[in-house]
């Protein structure tokens, strides 16, 4: 288990822009490929975002893309959700996650193949 530990949620207005940050204590950080999901109340987990354990490849979920930009710094034992053009809809619970690789299939982005998650962080959207 990878302790992981969200920040940078709060509330903003439709519009604006806010950046997520995930930090984790592991030596090993650097071996895994990095997930953000979000759930809003009565929904459903949804995927956000990943990146590959070399920051390579990323992968968005259709209603994030063009809009939120992961990215990591490994030197810091972070992942970063860059969200701009933020709209009522993206009000969640944004939570990160590892994984041993990056995958594609429903498996991996319904959530059910990642090994350690964070206890989230809430971001709000207001009109």
């Known amino acids: 288990q990878v302790q992981l530990v969200e920040s940078g949620g709060g509330v903003v207005q439709a519009g604006g822009s806010l950046r997520l940050a995930c930090s984790s204590s592991?030596?090993?950080?650097?071996?895994?490929?990095m997930y953000w999901f979000r759930q809003a109340p009565g929904k459903d987990r949804e995927f956000v975002a990943a990146?590959?354990?070399?920051?390579?490849?990323?992968l968005y979920g259709d209603t994030v893309k063009g809009r939120f930009t992961i990215s990591r710094v490994d030197d810091k034992n972070a992942v970063y959700l860059q969200m701009t053009n933020l709209k009522p809809e993206d009000t969640a619970e944004y939570y990160c996650?590892?994984?041993?690789?990056?995958?594609?299939?429903?498996?991996?982005?319904?959530?059910?193949?990642?090994?350690?998650w964070g206890i989230g962080t809430l971001v709000t959207v207001s009109t």
């Open positions: 996650a590892t994984a041993p690789k990056l995958g594609e299939s429903e498996w991996y982005l319904r959530g059910n193949a990642m090994e350690s």
């Open positions: 592991t030596q090993h950080f650097n071996r895994y490929a």
């Open positions: 990146v590959d354990s070399d920051g390579a490849r990323r």
